[in-house]
């Protein structure tokens, strides 16, 4: 996993409350067996007028001007600013792989749905939970200020804006650990193999139907 | 016991729901702490507890699986995984695997005509031969959607961690286990170590007492709890169905019931154990048998939350308050009872949310102040992880039989939710009534819920749905989804529009 440290990332905002993981990458493109590639895919039917399938090239499919990530201004942002419950649905984690893969390292939001905030932290990509009044302070910004940039530092929990004042954000030990160093944690939870099989021997006993 | 103290803000998360026909009560401020250490147990603090394998001093714990359900569309990647590291899987003999969400529910025979949804059900056929794990293929008679067979085989088990890369997982937890949906990452950290890392969620019990009216079902009960409560009122908690309306469903009902607690936000819904819980796993396949039943079942008595159990929120409904549902908009919190009207925007609690009712109007196609019963429907799908047990087949074709279904809606499709479940349909004659009434009877698997299949609603196309989603493009790019229960989707389907199945 890539590690996440510290980024200086332009901030795209996608105003709207309960985004579904079906929006962020809709069924279809579920079908591939690949971890990669779902980048032009992401937001599929808000980013394009037309209805894309999978394996098809993206680059001359019609774009809606409405959508917000079209827009020439906020070409290249690796922040994504969004409205409560983001990512909430299914537990895809075709979600967040399209996400990176489009050039995102972190999101803000008030609110996340559980399995994609989980899912988030298995790939390199920051979530980040701020208050309602700050993401509403962040929109307001956004869209008044062109190339509106924040700082996010992982190892400090802080977003700075560009005028130096900052927002701090709560974020697992254990997750945080994992993120700034790129764990894979399988690899550590394979450092426990003694303390799992301690506990199956024991459950084995306990609950025997269970090993069957 | 030590439990963690009551956050201030949950009180007022619970407190601002106070709302007409919902109790809602909760521990006051002055009980808190000393109560708190006294208190008994609550089922997922029994189910939690019996599967730490150690914990970390931030609360993240190694939290062992028990049962690991694997489909086509998750697990490819974390096959990858594995592969690519050198892995295998700890104890193959955990998971179970099957295809549904690709699988096609005509022509069985002939395969899967679209080449990429193929490459992915062999690769699951090709992952689970490589890795010795079992599988019930396409051809299987108990091939089904996965959260339909791991009940009818056996292979959930009260007390169980159960896990599977499908958020709709919850549904599992109507067995009195834990159980919930996962992503491809946790899936081969499953498959590599039979744990997780996790952290304990928040607690919250939803109590439903008395007696549903005729023609009310756990369906309803379900959306009647996200209209109140929002499909972010459950995040970070794992939700308790209790209460003598719950007691008072079968398993079918449970099982419909947890499912959609995903939708209210909570990765984990569950239901204690009972008598009914004990007979529907009684001499199933995969289900403990002779001197390990007794064991078994010794164990499984004792999981239901203590009386004297404190819940982070509480949250009661009188099962009397709740009419058939149907949602309107593009979030199944977007959502009203059959008697009433697509709601007014401007009424809308806050701006945002009048935001968002207006995308969804404009989506839906739907004008505010439109009587439910006035939306004419195109399609009917019967089916999906919520409702395509026989219990929902039934309640469908008791509305169905000796009607047709109407001239304008252009296909009314019932889809079990396995090869097991259709045998028996047939056998009690379901199939007959369905194809009577002009319906068509079709394959067991996801089909319509998701339309990965062939099985979609073109744009523009509106859709009664007995499934769990009513998002944007969920049933194909366009579609628009009223979610409702199977007596309700059979009424509307007959009828051509929503009607009120009480009075059908």
Request: glycine share 10%; with cysteine; hydrophobic share 40%.
């Amino acid at each position: 996993m890539t590690p996440f440290t510290q980024l200086h990332g332009l901030v795209a905002p996608l105003d709207r409350a309960n985004v579904d993981t079906d929006a962020i990458i809709p069924k279809q493109f579920l079908k591939s067996i690949k971890r990669s590639g779902f980048g032009p895919n992401l937001f599929d039917e808000w980013r394009y007028l037309d209805v894309g399938e999978p394996g098809q090239d993206c680059r001359g499919r019609p774009l809606n001007p409405e959508f917000v990530l079209n827009q020439p201004r906020y070409q290249g942002a690796q922040i994504l600013l969004a409205r409560e419950n983001f990512g909430c649905g299914s537990s895809r984690e075709h979600a967040p792989w399209a996400l990176q893969d489009y050039g995102f390292r972190a999101i803000i939001a008030p609110s996340f749905a559980d399995i994609f905030y989980n899912n988030c932290f298995k790939n390199g990509l920051l979530p980040i939970v701020l208050p309602a009044e700050a993401v509403d302070r962040l929109f307001a910004e956004t869209l008044a200020n062109q190339g509106y940039a924040l700082d996010v530092d992982l190892a400090r929990q802080t977003v700075v804006l560009p005028d130096g004042s900052a927002f701090t954000f709560a974020v697992d030990e254990f997750r945080k650990y994992c993120l700034l160093n790129g764990l894979d944690d399988i690899g550590l939870t394979l450092q426990k193999v003694d303390t799992i099989r301690a506990y199956e021997t024991r459950r084995r006993e306990e609950a025997p139907w269970l090993f069957e | 016991m030590a439990r963690a103290r009551l956050p201030h803000r949950d009180l007022a998360y619970v407190e601002g729901r106070r709302g007409a026909g919902f109790l809602v009560y909760n521990v006051s401020l002055q009980d808190k702490q000393a109560v708190y250490e006294m208190a008994g147990l609550t089922l997922y603090d029994k189910l939690w507890r019996a599967h730490v394998v150690d914990e970390a001093k931030d609360g993240a714990t190694l939290l062992y699986i028990d049962r690991h359900l694997v489909h086509e569309v998750t697990s490819p990647q974390a096959f990858e995984g594995l592969r690519l590291a050198g892995r295998k899987p700890w104890r193959a003999k955990s998971a179970i695997a099957v295809p549904d969400h690709n699988v096609p529910t005509t022509r069985r025979a002939e395969g899967i005509a679209d080449p990429v949804s193929r490459l992915q059900v062999e690769t699951l056929d090709r992952n689970c031969a490589d890795f010795g794990i079992e599988e019930f293929t396409m051809e299987d008679v108990r091939q089904g959607i996965v959260h339909v067979i791991g009940p009818e085989e056996g292979l959930t088990l009260p007390g169980m961690t159960v896990v599977c890369g499908d958020s709709h997982t919850s549904t599992h937890g109507a067995f009195g286990a834990l159980a919930f949906g996962i992503g491809t990452s946790e899936v081969e950290h499953v498959l590599a170590t039979q744990c997780l890392v996790a952290k304990k969620s928040k607690s919250m019990r939803i109590t439903v007492d008395g007696t549903l009216g005729q023609g009310v079902t756990a369906k309803d009960v379900a959306l009647a709890i996200i209209g109140r409560i929002g499909t972010a009122g459950g995040t970070g908690f794992a939700i308790e169905f209790a209460g003598s309306a719950i007691r008072a469903l079968s398993l079918e009902g449970r099982m419909t019931l947890c499912n959609m607690a995903i939708e209210a936000g909570a990765r984990a819904g569950m239901v204690a154990v009972d008598d009914k819980t004990i007979d529907y796993v009684k001499g199933r396949p995969y289900a403990p048998q002779g001197a390990t039943w007794d064991k078994a079942v010794a164990w499984w008595r004792t999981l239901c939350s203590d009386s004297d159990a404190r819940f982070d929120a509480e949250i009661a409904l009188r099962a009397e308050d709740i009419l058939p549902q149907v949602t309107w908009g593009t979030s199944p919190e977007m959502v009203a009872t059959v008697d009433g009207r697509v709601p007014d925007p401007a009424s809308a609690p806050s701006a945002v949310k009048r935001q968002d009712w207006e995308r969804a109007l404009h989506y839906m196609g739907l004008a505010a102040g439109t009587p439910i019963q006035q939306i004419a429907v195109d399609k009917v799908f019967i089916g999906s992880c919520t409702n395509s047990r026989i219990e929902d087949l039934r309640a469908a074709a008791a509305v169905v039989k000796g009607r047709r279904k109407a001239a304008g809606v252009k296909l009314a499709m019932v889809v079990p939710g396995s090869g097991l479940v259709k045998r028996q349909a047939e056998q009690e004659g379901l199939d007959r009534v369905f194809v009577d009434a002009g319906f068509e009877w079709r394959e067991p698997g996801c089909s319509m819920c998701l339309a990965m299949n062939a099985d979609r609603l073109e744009a523009g196309e509106r859709c009664a749905s007995t499934s769990n989603r009513n998002f944007e493009g969920r049933q194909g790019a366009g579609g628009r989804t009223h979610l409702v229960s199977p007596a309700m989707a059979a009424a509307a389907a007959i009828a051509g529009h929503f009607v009120d199945v009480r009075h059908f």
